[in-house]
């Protein structure tokens, strides 16, 4: 594995953990008020964007960031979702 | 421009403009106190290798979504120091 690579991968570790403190919270304290619907779907827009876009590059870090990255913020819209409903 | 620099662009796009509303909200709000210092300082590390990756990669997207995105942030810890003072 290059150095560009190992770069590429830590940055992304990086930017990725940054969501699991907001998805705790939202799980912990059941509620998401403070998390826009609208900016959540912007976000997941991008972040598949990207993933297509590290598809194209075949970028391992760019593929692997955007796409746990979504499903980190597909958790949170999902319990936004149920926590709205109850 | 080739279709791939556009499909970065527009996912950069998408994925900066998600932290516009946190950053007016610790403006408006002169409180940030949702906002995690370590996960802030965290993200933003991520965003310049993110940067230093993309510039080795001359991946104009890249450079651009990750050099924004760490300036939105740079401003929200900014606030965020400001308003923990007073």
Redesign the interface.
Known sequence: MDF?TI??L?????????F???MFKTWKSKSAK?V?FV??I??M??????L??GI??Q?L??ILANAISFIFNLIILCLKIRYKAN
């Open positions: 560009l770069l590429g830590f940055a992304g570790a990086l930017t990725t953990i940054a699991l403190p907001q403070d826009s900016m959540l912007t976000f827009s991008g972040l598949l964007l990207w297509v876009y194209a590059l970028a870090p760019i």
